[in-house]
Nanobody, 122 residues
Framework: QLQLVESGGGLVQPGGSLRLSCAASGSTLDYDTIGWFRQAPGKEREFVAA????????DYADSVKGRFTISRDNAKNTVYLQMNSLKPEDTAVYYC???????????????WGQGTQVTVSS
């Protein structure tokens, strides 16, 4: 069984930055893609970014392109989401997820973390 633990969330002012981490443990051979998703109160869960560990393919939601960067540290089994120029509309619970297929839809992912809250407010 694979476990995912997110960290790095918090309260930040508009224009600020945060770096989220997604640390994997357990059956770390059971996935090849890590995705980040977010869900704001009263809204559907939405795709943010994904990275394929073999080959490095990356994709971003249009709403975060140019502001967010996804990266990985294979030695630490950790994927990062660097978030810059944060806006109030980025406020949400951020989840990382693991799966085999490189996808932007959450149903393609098999494992999920517990989420970390990001609040962008002055």
């Amino acid at each position: 069984q694979l476990q995912l633990v997110e960290s790095g969330g918090g309260l930040v002012q508009p224009g600020g930055s945060l770096r989220l981490s997604c640390a994997a443990s357990g059956s770390t051979l059971d996935y090849d893609t890590i995705g980040w998703f977010r869900q704001a109160p009263g809204k559907e869960r939405e795709f943010v970014a994904a990275i394929r560990l073999s080959g490095g393919r990356i994709d971003y939601a249009d709403s975060v392109k140019g502001r967010f960067t996804i990266s990985r540290d294979n030695a630490k089994n950790t994927v990062y989401l660097q978030m810059n120029s944060l806006k109030p509309e980025d406020t949400a619970v951020y989840y990382c997820a693991a799966g085999w297929i490189f996808a932007t839809t959450g149903t393609e992912y098999d494992y999920w973390g517990q989420g970390t809250q990001v609040t962008v407010s002055s």
